[in-house]
């Protein structure tokens, strides 16, 4: 079993920059794939970005690419997601998943999720 826990999350104005962080325990991510997910209001969750497990290769939805950066640190178990440029459309709930699988972009594929933390922009 994993547990995550994010953290971070807030308000910012558009333009600007959030770093969202994801406490694991429970066992080492390590062994983990690892991917940021959001949901805004009336929308289905969505892809956000991974970080694969064995060979470290990061993936970006096209939405994002280029703004956000994903991280991980195996050594403090955490995972993070710094968001700049921030614009109103990344307004949504922010989760960290953990897969053992090597990556994925749909959210079925992950066996372990956190809470979430909100993350809204504003005009």
């Known amino acids: 079993q994993v547990q995550l826990v994010e953290s971070g999350g807030g308000l910012v104005q558009a333009g600007g920059s959030l770093r969202l962080s994801c406490a694991a325990s429970?066992?080492?991510?390590?062994?983990?794939?690892m991917a940021w997910f959001r949901q805004a209001p009336g929308k289905e969750r969505e892809f956000v970005a991974v970080f694969t497990r064995s060979n470290g290769y990061t993936y970006y939805a096209d939405s994002v690419k280029g703004r956000f950066t994903i991280s991980r640190d195996n050594a403090k178990n955490m995972v993070y997601l710094q968001m700049n440029s921030l614009k109103t459309e990344d307004t949504a709930v922010y989760s960290c998943?953990?897969?053992?699988?090597?990556?994925?972009?749909?959210?079925?594929?992950?066996?372990?999720w956190g809470q979430g933390t909100q993350v809204t922009v504003s005009s």
């Open positions: 998943a953990a897969s053992i699988g090597y990556y994925s972009s749909r959210s079925a594929e992950y066996d372990y």
């Open positions: 429970g066992r080492t991510i390590r062994s983990y794939t």
